[in-house]
């Protein structure tokens, strides 16, 4: 991923607000970050509900495929960092079988987050008209 590297989450969800904020202060390299309610998401070749669902590492003006979302956005950021515990989770994060597992643990956490600390019903509500 490039300096320009961007990642989008969830705005409206204080549990995605407060790990993004962990991260910051934990975390010697982290990107640039926007929540997907103040962008469109088309500009950086994703949908609506996949930034809804999930964080994303994108790089703007890059070919749609070094998009990583979920499991594998958070494990480049992991790799993006000097210590060697971190850089090790993130590749783990990306190989199988090991990703198999963060593959599920991500999806979990994401589809359960409004019943996480600091989650909320704003998490969880489904809208049924999707523009």
Not at 46 to 61: D, M, Y
Not at 69 to 86: D, K, T, V
Not at 112 to 117: D, M, T
């Amino acid at each position: 991923m490039s300096e320009k590297t961007v990642l989008i989450y969830d705005g409206d969800c204080k549990f995605c607000q407060l790990s993004l904020e962990f991260g910051i202060r934990h975390m010697k390299t982290f990107p640039a970050y926007v929540a997907f309610q103040k962008i469109d998401p088309s500009t950086f070749g994703l949908t609506f509900e996949q930034v809804r669902s999930e964080i994303w590492l994108v790089s703007p003006g890059s070919q749609t495929g070094s998009n990583l979302g979920g499991h594998l956005a958070a494990g480049a950021i992991l790799e993006m960092q000097s210590n060697p515990l971190y850089k090790l989770a993130g590749f783990l994060m990306r190989i199988p079988p090991t990703s198999w597992l963060a593959k599920l643990t991500y999806g979990w956490i994401a589809h359960n987050r409004h019943r996480l600390p600091g989650g909320s019903r704003a998490c969880s509500i489904q809208d049924n008209y999707l523009p």
